[in-house]
């Protein structure tokens, strides 16, 4: 079936440094694909999505492009602060044509500690 | 604004109590879902349900139902309660791929 893998944390950085936290997946359609983060305490929010290949995601500073020929959705950020310090989780999202609910499949998830 | 909203942040209870959780969206979306967070196992999902009156298996169903008689509101049932169900529990909605996220409840069961 569809899989996430992401890179295992915690990733620890230096505020204001590159950040890049891998993800690659395992698809038998064309999925879209998410990036969601957790702050601590707190539910899932939505951060980007992309929902085609070669389509790119971005907000807040953050940016991953949708490789179909990786299977790649790699999360990055030129300039991280203390603040983004956080759970980020990429997923996809089964495509279904039947008209049916998509589901979401998650990774592990990955632990960015930013250190002032 | 998309809002999610769960009952309880923080719950306890008893092994062996039935449970209820109880999630509220105000977007009129068509499925919402119910997932279970524990470290180092992602999020997995329970059930879903993508009308009213509705509701699909997910990965672990085993030991939880659920209830959806109004389109806004999605409950979770743990009909008794056990402590490998002590774990962070959140509820989203959403419309095609997109889901939208509650503030989760953390439940622990004594």
């Known amino acids: 079936g569809d899989s996430v893998t992401q890179m295992e944390g915690p990733v620890t950085l230096s505020e204001e440094a590159f950040l890049t936290i891998n993800c690659t997946y395992t698809?038998?359609?064309?999925?879209?694909l998410f990036w969601y983060v957790q702050y601590p305490g707190e539910g899932l929010q939505l951060l980007l999505k992309a929902t085609k290949a070669d389509d790119k995601g971005s907000n807040k500073g953050f940016e991953a492009t949708y490789r179909k020929e990786t299977t790649s959705f790699h999360l990055e950020k030129g300039s991280v602060q203390v603040s983004d310090s956080a759970v980020y989780f990429c997923a996809l999202s089964e495509r279904n044509y039947g008209g049916a609910t998509n589901k979401l499949i998650f990774g592990t998830g990955t632990l960015l500690a930013v250190q002032p | 604004d998309v809002k999610v909203t769960q009952s309880s942040r923080y719950l306890v209870k008893r092994t062996g109590e039935k449970v209820f959780l109880e999630c509220v969206q105000d977007?009129?979306?068509?499925?919402m879902f119910w997932y279970r967070q524990d470290p180092g196992l992602g999020l997995r999902l329970i059930y879903f349900s993508y009308d009213v009156k509705m509701k699909e298996k997910g990965d672990i169903p085993e030991g939880y139902s659920v209830s959806r008689e109004k389109k806004e509101r999605f409950s979770l049932i743990l009909e008794s309660a056990s402590t490998n169900q002590t774990s962070m529990y959140l509820c989203?909605?959403?419309?095609?791929?997109?889901?939208?996220f509650g503030p989760g409840t953390r439940l622990t069961v004594l």
């Open positions: 977007m009129d979306h068509e499925n």
């Open positions: 698809a038998t359609g064309y999925p879209s």
């Open positions: 989203a909605s959403g419309e095609r791929d997109t889901q939208y």
